[in-house]
């Protein structure tokens, strides 16, 4: 069925905090496989369908924030989209890209003393 541009819904996240979340992206890009190289772009947050969010090239997506809001003390749904491009000279074969996303819980704050296991001062 190509050439064409399709789009999925790669990962889905539920997400809650009492503070805001960093989300960080390491080595996305393209996918790539014996067949050369396939475009790739990427679109997150809350939305059901990717139809009103911004597409980011696999090689430039590098972190975003979740800010901290009553959204996510009571929790929401969070989606990583994807988007690739394939175009006739692509052959048939096996496609992928290793990547890493971290995330990272803001402005915590130490409650507990290690020592005592009470709160701390």
């Known amino acids: 069925r190509k050439p064409g541009t399709y789009a999925a819904n790669s990962l889905t996240a539920w997400i809650k905090s009492n503070g805001a979340i960093e989300i960080d ?3 996305f890009g393209n996918l790539a ?12 947050g809350e ?30 749904s969070w989606k990583l989209w994807n ?15 290793d990547a890493i996303i971290t995330l990272v819980v803001q402005n915590q704050k ?10 701390a001062d």
């Not at 190289?37 to 997150?44: D, G, K, Q, V």
């Not at 939305?47 to 800010?67: D, H, K």
């Not at 988007?83 to 890209?97: M, Q, R």
């Not at 130490?110 to 709160?119: M, Q, R, S, V």
């Open 110 to 119: 130490c409650w507990i003393d290690p020592e005592t296991g009470l709160f």
């Open 83 to 97: 988007k690739i491009n394939v175009v006739p000279c692509n052959s048939a074969c096996e496609y992928n890209d």
């Open 25 to 27: 992206f390491a080595g």
């Open 47 to 76: 939305a059901v369908n990717p139809g009103g969010l911004s597409w980011v090239p696999g090689p430039a997506l590098t972190s975003c924030t979740i800010p901290d809001s009553g959204d996510i003390h009571a929790g929401l």
């Open 33 to 44: 496989g014996p067949g050369g190289e396939i475009e790739t772009w990427y679109a997150y």
